[in-house]
């Protein structure tokens, strides 16, 4: 498809388990980004990489949290020994850049993450 | 951090009403997105401003950048049950690659 696509789209794990959570950005986008968002509240941003670094993690709440852009198209987040708390949607997005530095941003459908 | 306040929270309107809705910030922002998210999907771009008094509009659809750079405003004119959703006001910040979300406005469109 032309979008950015989340995988897997719903996941039910139970607290201390690890998961991963992958992005697949639109073609050609160099810039990706991870937002989380819990129920009645907007997205809350993550990380964000350009091409294969990381170039703001000052979204991620602790070491648990880490994502990965080996080869600067798909992206992973990972997150270890889980927690109730953690259970939300996890937004992707990607963008190439444009007027401003700022590119418009193309979310994918998210991943809800439910922790149990 | 940055944060946006956005009001109202909800809106419940006749079809063929027109809305409003706003958002405010403590800190100034150099640009102002407006975003729809409907239930399941992720946030989808409906306007973007740039500069502080810009007014645009995308058909029905007409926001504001405030003088003050403050605040912007999302008009919505002649409603439709497809406006239903909800509406977030975002605005870039920290590196300026992120983004900051408001807390969103939930509309309902009566039939």
């Known amino acids: 498809g032309a979008g950015v696509s989340q995988t897997p789209s719903n996941k039910v794990t139970e607290k201390g388990k690890y998961v991963e959570l992958r992005c697949d950005p639109i073609?050609?986008?160099?810039?990706l980004y991870w937002y989380r968002q819990s129920l009645g509240q907007g997205p809350e941003f993550l990380i964000y990489f350009q091409g294969t670094g990381a170039a703001d993690d000052s979204g991620l709440p602790n070491d648990r949290f880490f994502a990965v852009r080996p080869e600067g198209s798909v992206s992973t987040l990972k997150i270890q020994r889980t927690e109730r708390g953690d259970s939300a949607v996890y937004l992707c997005?990607?963008?190439?850049?444009?007027?401003?530095?700022?590119?418009?941003?193309?979310f994918g459908p998210g991943t809800r993450l439910t922790v149990l | 951090g940055q944060q946006l306040n956005q009001s109202p929270q909800s809106m419940f309107i006749q079809e063929g009403e027109d809305v409003s809705m706003n958002c405010t910030s403590s800190s100034i922002f150099n640009t102002w997105l407006w975003y729809k998210q409907d239930p399941g999907e992720g946030p989808v771009l409906l306007i973007a401003l740039y500069k502080a008094g810009e007014l645009t509009s995308n058909g029905r659809l007409t926001a504001q950048f405030g003088i003050t750079r403050k605040d912007s405003f999302l008009n919505i004119s002649a409603s439709i049950p497809s406006d239903v959703g909800i509406y977030f006001c975002a605005g870039p910040s920290g590196s300026a690659r992120q983004l900051t979300f408001g807390s969103g406005t939930q509309l309902t469109v009566l039939p």
């Open positions: 997005a990607s963008s190439s850049l444009g007027l401003a530095g700022l590119g418009e941003q193309f």
């Open positions: 073609s050609g986008h160099t810039a």
